[in-house]
C-alpha cells in the first residue's frame, strides 16, 4: 500500500508494530488489521510512531479502539518515538495525555518488561 509501511515483531512481552508513512483514512484499515493481529500475540503493544509523517483522527479512532480492548484484557497499549510535528492529533485530543508515551520502542519494552515482571511476581502495586 503506497504511503504506509507496517511491520511487526516480538520484543520482551510485547509486540512492537512499527508504522511508517502516512495514516490516514486510507490507510487506517491496514493498521486496524495489523494490530488486530499484534493483540491476537498478545496483551501488550507498542506502537512505534517514529516513521510516521502524517496522523488524522481516523488513526486516532483505530489507536483508542486497540487501546480499549488491551486495557479490558488486563494489557495495555504504548506509544514510542511519536513527534509532535508529525502526530500533533495525540495533544490536540487529550491522549498524549492518557496513553503511555515513550521517546523509544527501547524504553517502551523495558517498561512493559517491568510491568510483566512485577505481575508475575503477584504485586501489582496499585
Not at 488489521?33 to 496522523?55: E, H, K, P, Y
Not at 504504548?78 to 503511555?100: C, H, V
Amino acid at each position: 500500500m503506497d504511503g504506509l509501511a507496517l511491520s511487526s515483531e516480538q520484543r520482551g512481552s510485547s509486540t512492537v508494530v512499527t508504522v511508517g508513512g502516512d495514516l490516514d483514512i486510507v490507510t487506517s484499515p491496514a493498521l486496524d488489521d495489523c494490530l488486530t493481529q499484534a493483540r491476537a500475540a498478545g496483551t501488550r503493544v507498542i506502537l512505534d510512531l517514529s516513521a510516521v509523517d502524517f496522523m488524522d483522527t481516523s488513526a486516532l479512532a483505530v489507536i483508542v479502539g486497540h487501546w480499549k480492548k488491551l486495557e479490558a484484557a488486563g494489557g495495555g497499549l504504548s506509544l514510542a518515538g511519536a513527534r509532535y510535528r508529525y502526530t500533533k492529533t495525540l495533544w490536540i485530543t487529550g491522549l498524549a495525555d492518557r496513553l503511555s508515551l515513550y521517546d523509544s520502542v527501547d524504553a517502551a519494552v523495558a517498561a512493559a518488561d517491568a510491568d510483566a515482571a512485577d505481575e508475575g511476581d503477584g504485586d501489582s502495586g496499585r
